[in-house]
């Protein structure tokens, strides 16, 4: 169920996230939906996007914590992304980014989720940063970040992976020219 | 309408675009609404869609056609968003990006107008990159629009303006740095 969730929030973000089709993608009975997540849509929302949460955190944990300079990392992070955007069908984004643009009067208690799920991801970004001063480093992981999730509307629009590879290609080396590897 | 439906649409994507919100936010007869969109929802998301195009194209022509230096106009850029964003309560991004986050597939249609908007923006901001080789122009165009897009979810998602001044400050640096003033 929270696969099937997470495969509608990534496509159409909450307002891709019906009960209904969750049951239908899931082949779940309903009533099970609703005795694991007696909160309904919202709370199922969350616990997918936990596991988004994890499951992005390890891509970027394992781009950050190579030994490669600066710009790599960040080409490498940007040509991830576009190659698993492409292997989508250029139809599955970022389902936090997705999230976080349909927030509505009714569903408030999901912008903590999505807040606490960014920050968690700048911060594995940071920590690999080790070019960048230590004042300075949560700042470009979050230009990091920024850029990937705009890139990857860009791509959504264009349906082709270019806008991540170019975004990346340029951000790494503006990054890499502002920061350049210790000697 | 199309004022009611941009501004469902900036606060909550195709998800928030409901008939019957337009026609209880504008007091506009059911009827008229299906007069002047007999496409309905999508028809009328294309013409929300079209008048933010001009809107925001009036806004990156004003920021870009100034004289400053490209550092300032990127600062400026984001600090203008930022500004705008706070006096919506934190509650209202760009609706093509939440378009285009939402995009399934009964409604494919409004993919190209995304795409066009995206490309007439990148357009406006390339024209203005004075200090950047002409074929480089396009690219740092989409770099900017890219990170503004992703620092307004990240905003969103943390409902403070903070994300997009600091990303609008590293990433204006940046560029200032990559590419000085010509004197």
Redesign the interface.
């Known amino acids: 169920m929270i696969r099937a969730a997470l495969d509608l929030l990534s496509?159409?973000?909450?307002?891709?996230l019906g009960i209904n089709q969750v049951v239908e993608a899931s082949a779940a009975p309903r009533g099970s939906l609703y005795h694991f997540f007696p909160g309904g849509k919202l709370e199922l929302a969350a616990a997918a996007l936990e596991e988004a949460a994890r499951f992005e955190g390890n891509w970027f944990r394992g781009v950050f914590q190579t030994s490669e300079p600066i710009a790599s990392k960040v080409q490498l992070l940007f040509t991830d992304a576009a190659n698993n955007f492409e292997s989508t069908g250029f139809a599955k984004?970022c389902p936090?980014?997705?999230t976080?643009?349909?927030?509505?009067s009714d569903s408030q208690s999901l912008?903590p989720v999505?807040?606490a799920i960014?920050f968690s991801w700048e911060d594995i970004i940071a920590k690999g940063l080790d070019e960048v001063p230590e004042a300075e480093r949560l700042?470009?992981a979050?230009?990091i970040?920024?850029?990937?999730?705009?890139?990857l509307?860009?791509a959504?629009?264009?349906?082709t992976k270019e806008?991540l590879l170019?975004?990346g290609g340029?951000?790494g080396e503006?990054?890499g020219?502002?920061y350049p590897a210790m000697s």
Chains 1, 2 share one sequence.
Do not use: N
């Not at 496509?11 to 891709?16: D, F």
């Not at 976080?100 to 509505?104: F, I, N, V």
């Not at 970040?145 to 890139?151: I, R, S, Y």
């Open positions: 496509q159409s973000g909450l307002s891709g984004g936090v980014a997705a976080a643009l349909d927030l509505a912008r999505c807040r960014f700042q470009v979050e230009l970040l920024a850029t990937l999730e705009g890139a509307i860009l959504r629009a264009e349906a806008p170019r975004a340029t951000l503006m990054i020219r502002k």
